[in-house]
């Protein structure tokens, strides 16, 4: 099993920082998911649970306003 992990990014309580995940697609079973390391908690290992929902944000410019 390979490890896809990124080198470690030092991050500042209420600072916000931007994510991008890029996924090449294959034949089946194609998955994406980011993970973080919370303090004092010990890092996500591959098929971790993703990062949940309330720590992340879609900038407005993104959002349709059809």
């Known amino acids: 099993m390979q490890d896809h992990s990124s080198e470690v990014i030092h991050q500042e309580a209420g600072r916000h920082y931007y994510v991008e995940a890029?996924?090449?697609?294959?034949?089946?079973?194609d998955n994406?998911?980011?993970?973080?390391?919370?303090?004092?908690?010990p890092?996500?290992?591959?098929?971790?649970p993703p990062s949940p929902g309330p720590?992340?944000?879609?900038?407005?410019?993104?959002?349709?306003?059809?």
Do not use: H, T
Not at 22 to 29: A, F, P, S, V
Not at 32 to 41: F, R, S, T
Not at 55 to 66: C, F, G, N, Q
């Open 43 to 48: 890092p996500p290992e591959n098929y971790s």
């Open 22 to 29: 890029l996924m090449k697609e294959g034949e089946n079973l």
């Open 55 to 66: 720590y992340l944000a879609v900038p407005s410019e993104w959002i349709s306003r059809d």
């Open 32 to 41: 994406l998911a980011v993970a973080w390391q919370m303090p004092d908690e």
